[in-house]
Structures are given as structure tokens and as C-alpha cells.
Nanobody
Framework: RFSCRRLGGGLVQPGGSLRLSCAASGFELHLFAIGWFRQAPGKEREWVSCIDISERTTYYADSVKGRFSVSRENGNNTIFLQMNSLKPEDTAVYYC????????????????????WGKGTQVTVSS
């Protein structure tokens, strides 16, 4: 349902930047809220960020606020996560997800509510 890629490969050092993108297939994004999640080794899956169908209203976990930015391009069925000022604790597998909320201007933090999931993308931050 999602095809994801990383822009800016190789070793990402602390303080560096990275951009993730996911393109939807088999469904259209314009009525789906988008969430980003991550899971670090030995840790539970955690919510990172989300954006609602307005393409403007965004929310961020305290751990990434001011460093990460989520955006979407509904016309191209594509979503993005720009990650700046990366820290070693950002190392995790990152997942994009989509949720049908009936057209409401909101995005959920609950992974159990997601309708579609992308394949995880490994992000490693190390010197």
C-alpha cells in the first residue's frame, strides 16, 4: 500500500539531516490522516508525528518537536518526514501509516486505528 524510500543515504551523523518519503498505491490520500511511527531496538513502537487532511495542521512528539517536519502532497499521493538535527536516540525503524477518519480535521496517535501501513525504513544515527 506504501512504497517508501530514504533521501540522503549512507551514515547519518549526529546533527545531520535525512528525508523519508512514502507513495501510496491502491488508495487515495486526500481523506486519510497520516501518521509516522518508529520502533527502536528493544523498545515499544512510539508515535512520532501526524498531519491531517488539511495538509497544514501537524502534531509532533516532544522528543522530535522543533527538529522533524511532516508534510504531504495529496495530488501525488505522497507523504514526507524531514528529520533535522538528528540524535543517536533517533535510531529506529520508521513507519508511515494512513487512517480514514471520515473527513474530520484530526489525526490519531493510536497505531491500532491505522488502516494502511508502509514497510519500515531503517534510520541509523551514529558517528
Amino acid at each position: 500500500r506504501f512504497s517508501c524510500r530514504r533521501l540522503g543515504g549512507g551514515l547519518v551523523q549526529p546533527g545531520g539531516s535525512l528525508r523519508l518519503s512514502c507513495a501510496a498505491s491502491g488508495f487515495e490520500l486526500h481523506l486519510f490522516a497520516i501518521g509516522w511511527f518508529r520502533q527502536a531496538p528493544g523498545k515499544e513502537r512510539e508515535w512520532v508525528s501526524c498531519i491531517d487532511i488539511s495538509e497544514r495542521t501537524t502534531y509532533y512528539a516532544d522528543s522530535v518537536k522543533g527538529r522533524f517536519s511532516v508534510s504531504r502532497e495529496n495530488g501525488n499521493n505522497t507523504i514526507f518526514l524531514q528529520m533535522n538535527s538528528l540524535k543517536p536516540e533517533d535510531t529506529a525503524v520508521y513507519y508511515c501509516a494512513a487512517e480514514d477518519l471520515g473527513g474530520s480535521y484530526y489525526c490519531s496517535h493510536d497505531p491500532d486505528g491505522m488502516d494502511y501501513w508502509g514497510k519500515g525504513t531503517q534510520v541509523t544515527v551514529s558517528s
